[in-house]
């Protein structure tokens, strides 16, 4: 065990990990493109882009230039008296690229907290135009929407919150009609879940949060942009606000630059992270309607939006957005992620000719396939995990369900590499 292993030991708590059983962690001292470099000499393929949100690889030289200049000029100033270049320019940008009238932008921390802010901009919309009775959340079975309460809340079932049961307020869900290649079932799921959408859908409900295309951490579970659309219209109809957490989908992962582009969707809100700054700053952004927006404006301060964070809007974080939107938007990048999709297509199929795996689904740069049985723990996911590691790769399976979610900048020799050592736990772990 080395010094710094040590002192972590020690001192560090880490994020939903047993300390008690799990290994020395291996001390990352660098990245270069997809791979991790350690202490110990070692390179590892990060197969999960550090948990989404690296794009274009670790330690970009663009992103970290742009953050490097952004910090000698201006680190960080307050954003209620002030606005600055990297805020307003990012702002602009993403308003640019998403559809409609999703026009403003409100900065947050993360993921949780962007998701929280939609949340409260939906029920304080509703009660700034005086109507005080929308006041009811929906949301899907299976869905993760981030770890502080409101987002627990609406991710009631995702089967991570049990010790906080107690605390979560009431949301409705609504079944995920969740399907993969070869899926005969797949039209009468959602018909199911667009009959009890129907059923949930009243005059008392403020909006309706969905992970569109992809439910995450629940598993990579998928659905169809048929059924986005599907939801979209009766949620319009009801005059619900519909939300995007598009958390982990957005930029790229679904193969569009987002799920809502990709699928024909305009929803009131979007929630951005992750890979907002390519994976170099932690930050969020809610995006709102023009039209929502308007409804806080009024002379009283009871009107505005009461909410936000000491790093609102950091620079660094918005500088390192800028910078990566460059690289994403460059036809390279495009090329890039069609690639990546091709490979993953291929592979899947040559999967399920081999009968290894069950449910395999992709989407973009996304692929999964199912091991077995068994929890978030599953013994399955963890012996995979470690036959992975022992080859110099992270993956880091949901439970019994393996998939891969690589930086875009992943060499196509390496991506053939990891589903090849895929195949090979079929064969020797079976
Ligand atoms: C990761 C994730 C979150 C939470 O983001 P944090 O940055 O971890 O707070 C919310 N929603 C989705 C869909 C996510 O994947």
Redesign the pocket.
């Known amino acids: 065990m080395s010094d710094i292993q040590d002192l972590d030991r020690r001192h560090v708590w880490h994020p939903f990990t047993q300390a008690k059983t799990m290994a020395p962690p291996p001390v990352a001292v660098g990245g270069a493109g997809a791979y991790i470099l350690t202490a110990e000499g070692e390179r590892i393929l990060d197969l999960v882009s550090s948990?989404?949100?690296n794009l274009h690889g670790h330690a970009h030289p663009a992103v970290a230039a742009a953050v490097a200049e952004q910090a000698a000029r201006l680190e960080q100033v307050i954003f209620a008296d002030f606005t600055h270049a990297p805020a307003a320019r990012l702002a602009s940008r993403l308003a640019g690229l998403l559809p409609g009238d999703l026009d403003r932008v409100f900065y947050s921390?993360?993921?949780?907290?962007?998701?929280e802010v939609a949340l409260k901009i939906s029920l304080q919309y509703f009660a700034n135009r005086g109507d005080h009775r929308r006041r009811r959340l929906l949301a899907f079975e299976g869905?993760?929407?981030?770890?502080?309460v409101g987002?627990m809340s609406v991710?009631r079932s995702s089967g991570y919150f049990r010790a906080w049961e107690g605390l979560l307020f009431p949301v409705d869900l609504v079944p995920f009609p969740a399907t993969w290649l070869d899926d005969a079932e797949v039209e009468a799921k959602e018909a199911a879940a667009l009959a009890a959408l129907d059923a949930a859908l009243g005059d008392d409900v403020a909006a309706l949060i969905i992970?569109p295309l992809i439910?995450?951490?629940s598993g990579m579970r998928m659905c169809r942009p048929e059924f986005l659309r599907a939801v979209a219209e009766r949620v319009k109809a009801a005059g619900v606000l519909l939300v995007f957490?598009?958390?982990?989908?957005g930029f790229g992962r679904t193969g569009g630059i987002f799920a809502c582009t990709k699928a024909g969707v305009e929803p009131d809100l979007v929630?951005l992270?992750?890979g907002l700054t390519g994976g170099f700053l932690?930050m969020?952004a809610t995006v709102a309607r023009e039209s929502i927006y308007q409804a806080f404006l009024g002379e009283s301060i009871e009107r505005a939006f009461l909410h936000g964070h000491s790093y609102t809007a950091n620079p660094l974080g918005c500088a390192a957005g800028l910078a990566s939107l460059d690289l994403l938007l460059a036809e390279e990048c495009r090329l890039r992620i069609a690639g990546i999709e091709a490979v993953h297509r291929e592979r899947v199929l040559s999967l399920m000719k081999a009968g290894w795996g069950r449910q395999p689904r992709l989407c973009g740069t996304v692929a999964a396939v199912e091991m077995g049985d068994g929890g978030y723990g599953s013994a399955a996911g963890a012996r995979l995990k470690a036959f992975f590691r022992q080859r110099g790769m992270l993956l880091r399976p949901l439970g019994p369900v393996a998939y891969f979610l690589p930086p875009y900048c992943i060499e196509t020799a390496d991506l053939h590499r990891a589903w090849d050592t895929l195949e090979a736990a079929f064969r020797e772990l079976a």
Do not use: I, N
């Open positions: 948990w989404w949100v921390d993360d993921g949780s907290t962007a998701v869905a993760y929407h981030g770890d502080t987002a991710g992970e439910q995450g951490a957490d598009e958390v982990m989908t929630c992270s992750k932690a969020g």
